[in-house]
Antibody, heavy 124, light 109 residues
Framework: EVQLVESGGGLVKPGGSLRLSCTAS????????MNWVRQAPGKGLEWLSC????????YYAGSVKGRFTISRDNARKSLYLQMNSLRGEDTAVYFC?????????????????WGQGTLVTVSS | EFVLTQSPGTLSLSPGERATLSCRAS???????LAWYQQKPGQTPRLLMY???SRATGIPDRFSGSGSGTDFTLTISRLEPEDSAVYYC??????????FGQGTKVEIK
C-alpha cells in the first residue's frame, strides 16, 4: 500500500524557518517525481513545488520561489521542504503528493497519492 | 500566469441528478494534462480523472471527464450522497507550472 506521511509542521513566528518531511513507503520512491501542495484554512489547493526522481528538475510556484527549497533523499525514501522567511499567509496544511512519472508530468497522470498533511501556523 | 477558473462555485442537486462542473483555463493546456480531484471535509484530495478523460483506479464510471484546449468538464451522471465534496481541476506541467482551480462545492440535497 502506498503511504506518504508528512511531519515537521508546527507554530513558527513570522520570518522564521521550518523544514517539512514526507516519508514514503509501499512503492519505489526513487522512481517517482514528488510535489508539495498546501491548503490554507478553508481555502483551495495551491501547488508549491515539484522535484524529479533524480533531482535533475525542480520547479517552484512564484509565491514561494526564493523562500522555499524542495529536496529529496532517495536512500531514506524522503522528501523535504525547507521553508524560510515565513509569513502569515504561509499558514496552511502542507501535503506531499506523488506524480507517477520520473520526470514531472511526463506521464500526464496527475497526482495519484497524497499524504494526510502537516499543519504549519505562522503567527507571533 | 496560468489560471484555472471553475464554475459554478456551488452546485446543489438531489440524488440521482446529473452534475456538470466546468473548468476553464487562461491558456491552452498542452496534451490535455488536466486532472480532477475530489476532497471531502477533513480528508485528503483523491484523484478522479487525469488526461482530461481517463478515470483513475477505482473511480466509478458515473464520473466522466471531457474537453480539450482551454475548456474542460467533469460530469457525475447519477449523484449519490457520498459525492458531496469539493472538486478541483488541476493542470500539470503546461508552461512548467502546475495550477489548481478554486474548486466547486457539490451539495447533495
Amino acid at each position: 500500500e502506498v503511504q506518504l506521511v508528512e511531519s515537521g509542521g508546527g507554530l513558527v513566528k513570522p520570518g522564521g524557518s521550518l523544514r517539512l518531511s514526507c516519508t514514503a513507503s509501499g512503492f519505489t520512491f526513487s522512481s517517482y517525481s514528488m510535489n508539495w501542495v498546501r491548503q490554507a484554512p478553508g481555502k483551495g489547493l495551491e501547488w508549491l513545488s515539484c522535484i524529479s526522481s533524480t533531482v535533475s528538475q525542480v520547479y517552484y510556484a512564484g509565491s514561494v520561489k526564493g523562500r522555499f527549497t524542495i529536496s529529496r533523499d532517495n536512500a531514506r525514501k524522503s522528501l523535504y521542504l525547507q521553508m524560510n522567511s515565513l509569513r502569515g499567509e504561509d499558514t496552511a496544511v502542507y501535503f506531499c503528493a506523488r506524480d507517477p512519472s520520473s520526470v514531472p508530468a511526463a506521464r500526464g497522470a496527475g497526482f495519484d497519492s497524497w499524504g494526510q498533511g502537516t499543519l504549519v501556523t505562522v503567527s507571533s | 500566469e496560468f489560471v484555472l477558473t471553475q464554475s459554478p462555485g456551488t452546485l446543489s442537486l438531489s440524488p440521482g441528478e446529473r452534475a456538470t462542473l466546468s473548468c476553464r483555463a487562461s491558456q491552452r493546456i498542452s496534451s490535455n494534462f488536466l486532472a480532477w480531484y475530489q476532497q471531502k471535509p477533513g480528508q485528503t484530495p483523491r484523484l478522479l480523472m487525469y488526461g482530461a478523460s481517463s478515470r483513475a483506479t477505482g473511480i466509478p464510471d458515473r464520473f466522466s471527464g471531457s474537453g480539450s484546449g482551454t475548456d474542460f468538464t467533469l460530469t457525475i451522471s447519477r449523484l449519490e450522497p457520498e459525492d458531496s465534496a469539493v472538486y478541483y481541476c488541476h493542470q500539470y506541467g503546461s508552461a512548467l507550472t502546475w495550477t489548481f482551480g478554486q474548486g466547486t462545492k457539490v451539495e447533495i440535497k
